[in-house]
Antibody
Framework: EVQLVQSGAEVKQPGESLKISCKGS????????IAWVRQMPGKGLEWMGN????????TYSPSFQGQVTISVDKSITTAYLQWNSLKASDTAIYYC????????????WGQGTLVTVSS | DIQMTQSPSSLSASVGDRVTITCRAS??????LNWYQQEPGKAPKLLIY???SLQSGVPSRFSGSGSVTDFTLTISSLQPEDFATYYC?????????FGQGTKLAIK
């Protein structure tokens, strides 16, 4: 059974760093892209970027380029989303999702990680 | 970026109704169009991919059509579990943009 299990909710202060995770199982982790998607409170879905675990090839949305870092540790079948300096506007639910192929839809999703940034 | 515009943003309907949601792309995306359903507090769920292909396990009352720039999602006979928010997404070119969502509520 394909599963993407994300790390738990986080509460951080502005300026702090954070790395959240997404562990894949039940499929060949290195053969399928992983996407990260943001959902701000009460708002819609925003695609942040994709990473291919096989070679760490990464594509970012221009809206998120330079604001976050997407990475992967294929030895533990885990993808990451990282911030160096959080802002209040980063408060959102972040989902990881598996893609069947680069231009394919997201067929499996993690449960989401709620990140709250508040002083 | 390719802009995806859904209409309506919200609608009210009754169990058994036939409902259609539209999605328009700001440029040609061939058939690289997907539809997702999101229930409150849950992750999105893939319903339709490649404009008209039904994802495995999704009830046949859901269907998709369209190509190039204009697409539709149709629910043939609404069931109580269908009241949710629906999103279209293009995967023709990065960034893979979503529509703003259509909230389907019970009338």
């Amino acid at each position: 059974e394909v599963q993407l299990v994300q790390s738990g909710a986080e509460v951080k202060q502005p300026g702090e760093s954070l790395k959240i995770s997404c562990k894949g199982s039940g499929y060949t982790f290195t053969s399928y892209w992983i996407a990260w998607v943001r959902q701000m409170p009460g708002k819609g879905l925003e695609w942040m970027g994709n990473i291919y675990p096989g070679d760490s090839d990464t594509t970012y949305s221009p809206s998120f380029q330079g604001q976050v870092t997407i990475s992967v540790d294929k030895s533990i079948t885990t993808a990451y989303l990282q911030w160096n300096s959080l802002k209040a506007s980063d408060t959102a639910i972040y989902y990881c999702a598996k893609l069947e192929g680069l231009t394919s839809p997201s067929d499996y999703w993690g449960q989401g990680t709620l990140v709250t940034v508040s002083s | 970026d390719i802009q995806m515009t859904q209409s309506p943003s919200s609608l009210s309907a009754s169990v058994g109704d036939r409902v259609t949601i539209t999605c328009r792309a700001s440029q040609s995306i061939s058939n690289y169009l997907n539809w997702y359903q999101q229930e409150p507090g849950k992750a999105p769920k893939l319903l339709i991919y490649a404009a008209s292909s039904l994802q495995s396990g999704v009830p046949s009352r859901f269907s998709g059509s369209g190509s190039v720039t204009d697409f539709t999602l149709t629910i043939s006979s609404l069931q109580p579990e269908d009241f949710a928010t629906y999103y279209c997404q293009q995967t023709y070119s990065t960034p893979y943009t979503f529509g703003q969502g259509t909230k389907l509520a019970i009338k």
